[in-house]
């Protein structure tokens, strides 16, 4: 059967989360709920709107794929490094005959479920705090856009995690590249703020259009061709570069 | 029919540092073959490259045909690995540690329930299935590498030191296990127990620093490279000026001392009596024959300086 490894490995890590699904849950909506409260509500005296947006709505859809696409990459990368250098479960792995694309795929199914989950833990208490009404259509687009965004930084997730040996280095890998990448494209402040001669490369992050393409698709569900081609062209990128990775630090 | 294992030419190099170095040989079917060196001398190398998850620097070897370079997958169905490190996932129960593994074989629930409850009976894990291998003793945890190894009936087993570092029962309750295995499949062990190769294994290679040394079965090599004629002497006094003596007898050919304690290897057994006819009556606390042992074999030709 085709994809019979990746199958495998993706049931063990449902496994897992499902015995540590809650107290899971309640770990990673913590820290966007802080935000969107400290945010949303704390600077709703002082800012009003963005483009036209009431500023809780404006944020608000970069909080829920934030946290689709950092629970993708955490999983991607600390799972990589824990099954390689901690249990060494990934040798287990390589003496079964399954292939590198099982387990790079494996891999990417988790971090993609584990996004889309706590992704949507995060959008209904948002909705539950700020109703908020748009189209379903305009919802389809959006899941595509967190789809994609969940792949890439899977994979991102896993090449930092084969190529990092030690933990400290994956921890600073997220606060200096991973947070800033994320913060910097747009999640709480509109493009507009950049000055005019930086924000063309600013467009072209994968991030900015991950995030600032995702809000647009879902408060007004416009402008989404251009960053949909940008992520979906970085996707199988990212993937072919995870799988490259992942092949040659295992062969050592 | 291709025999079990055959490697032709096996080399690995990490930098200058040749780990294995032209490696060849033949293991027939059913055989428990024992691959012995010290600390450092390539029993791993050689292992990880036989079960594909190492690619030689050089040379191939084939499991019952296949190749290891070119057909690894075809490999991986075929055989059965207990690495050095238990490398079990702990955040999987005993049973599912064999589910997964299961799986990743490809093996339908159906078939696999039943084989994975008879092999928690076996390796006596049945009554701890449901618990998680952090929770194990260390020989329980290797017996449950080894029970993970078995699921999918591999023709041949892998087993890197197997027994290192568990206690004299763990020990002697994993040999009953492989000897039971030896019926069914062709068993590839390292170690660097002598006592582990002596009894279980039927055929021993010998290696250091890359290279086969020697090879045969345990009484071959104890006869062909064990000294035959080797004395423990005690005496109750004058162990120094003893000890000048014995070394001026042309008879002797190796002297060891300790205190009292003297172990002598002679020439041939009617050296022993010139060498009684040498101390005086009444000095001998002890004498006694000394079987020559695998350990001796070993030692002489690994040398006895202490590995790294
Ligand atoms: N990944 C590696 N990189 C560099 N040298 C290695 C590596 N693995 C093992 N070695 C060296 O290769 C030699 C053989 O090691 P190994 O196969 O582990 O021996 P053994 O299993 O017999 O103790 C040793 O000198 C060891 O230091
Ligand atoms: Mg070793």
Partial sequence: MMLRGATAI?????????????????????????????????????????????YAIFIAPGLISMTAVLAAFEEGAWS???HRRVQKTIEEYRVTPITVYDIVVGKLFSGFFQGGIKGVAVA?????????????????IYLLFIGLGAMIFS???????TLMDKPEALGRIQTVVIMPLIFMSGIFFPLSSYPPAVLPYIRLLPTTALFEGARLAL?????????????????PIMFALAVVVFNKKIEE | MPSALSLQGLTKRYGTLTAVDR???????GTVFGLLGPNGAGKTTLIKMLTTTMRPTEGDAYIEGRSVVSAGRRVRELIGVVPQENNLDRYLTARENLVLHARMHGIPSRDYVRSIDELLELTGLAGRRNDFPDTFSGGMQRRLVVARALVHKPRLLFLDEPTTGLDPQSRRALWEHIRTLRSEMTIFLTTHYMDEADSLCDRIVIMDHGKALVDGSATELK??????????????????RYEELFRALPVVTSLERDKEAFRIVLKDEESLKLLLDSIRSGDIRKICTVEPSLEQVFLDLTGKAVRE
């Fill in chain 2, 223 to 240: 006869s062909q490279f064990a000294p035959p004629h080797i004395y423990e002497l005690e005496v109750k006094r004058d162990a120094e």
């Fill in chain 1, 10 to 54: 993706f049931w063990r890590d449902l496994i897992v989360l499902r015995r540590s699904l809650l107290s899971e849950l309640l770990a990673v909506v913590a820290s966007p709920l802080t935000l969107y409260l400290a945010f949303g509500f704390g600077l709703k005296g002082y800012i009003s709107s963005v483009d036209g947006v009431p």
């Fill in chain 1, 155 to 161: 994979c991102l997730g896993t090449i930092c995690g």
């Fill in chain 1, 219 to 235: 408060l007004s569900g416009r402008g989404g061709i251009l960053p949909l081609a940008i992520l979906t062209v970085t996707a």
């Fill in chain 1, 124 to 140: 209904i208490i948002i909705f539950i705090l700020t109703p908020f009404r748009f189209p379903l259509a305009h919802l389809f």
């Fill in chain 1, 80 to 82: 990589m490094w824990f």
């Fill in chain 2, 23 to 29: 490696f060849s040989l033949e293991v027939e079917r």
